[in-house]
């Protein structure tokens, strides 16, 4: 069933390609930040996360880039497949809040992977 | 190993019933969240629970929504005389103290008529 909304950003890419997907956080005070994955009907599911210090880190097919100085985050998907076709979302938080992080995430974008 | 789970996976409600979602959390996670999520919509952070401690209920949008977390393990939701504004996906996610990667459930879809 649907699980997400209807009037998300969307990107069309074609299986093979890489897939860029964008997101500004406005907390300068947010140091960690994550990327998850939301499949229809399912619940989020952890991609990859990045510390603020540090600009780059890749995972199997997945690379976050992380620019402080803009407040933008990017998550590139290598050789796009049929199964990433989900709603990604960036969400970030600081490890400075004695809390046990309280993530905010943004609205999403969805990834459709045509054949 | 097991998920999070989530009870029941929809529910339909007429305005002004109250409704309870239950969230089972990983075994030995002692962080746990509820967020909501509406159509066209992120998440929104609702309440967390960690430990013993008192819960950070910032994120409840007014006092006819509450939680518990009995034992450090299950949570219940409770929405009290719901509005058709309450229907969404209710997400429960689990974590393991200070750590950040939060381990999301199903969800539980609210449908208020």
């Known amino acids: 069933g649907e699980s997400v909304g209807l009037h998300l950003p969307t990107l069309s890419v074609q299986e093979g390609d890489n897939s860029i997907i964008n997101c500004a956080y406005s907390?300068?005070?947010?140091?960690?930040f994550i990327w998850y994955k939301q499949e229809s009907g399912k619940g989020p599911q952890f991609i990859i996360d990045?510390?603020?210090?540090?600009d780059k880190r890749q995972g199997q097919r997945v690379t976050v880039l992380l620019n402080k100085t803009v407040k933008h985050l990017s998550l590139q998907i290598a050789a796009t497949q049929p199964g990433d076709s989900a709603v990604y979302f960036c969400a970030e938080t600081s490890m400075n809040t004695g809390t046990a992080s309280k993530l905010t995430f943004g609205t999403g974008t969805r990834l459709q992977v045509t054949l | 190993g097991a998920g999070v789970s989530q009870s029941p996976s929809n529910k339909v409600t007429e305005k002004g019933k109250d409704v309870e979602l239950r969230c089972d959390p990983i075994s030995g996670h002692t962080a746990l969240y509820w967020y909501r999520q509406s159509l066209g919509q992120g998440l929104e952070f609702l309440i967390y629970f960690q430990g013993n401690s008192a819960p950070d209920k910032s994120g409840l949008p007014s006092d006819r929504f509450s939680a518990e977390r009995t034992g450090g393990s299950v949570s219940t939701l409770t929405i009290q005389r719901t509005q058709q504004e309450d229907s969404a996906v209710y997400l429960c996610?689990?974590?393991?103290?200070?750590?950040?990667?939060?381990?999301f459930g199903p969800g539980t879809r609210l449908t208020v008529t």
């Open positions: 990045i510390r603020s210090n540090m």
């Open positions: 907390n300068s005070a947010s140091d960690y």
């Open positions: 996610a689990s974590s393991v103290w200070r750590l950040y990667e939060q381990y």
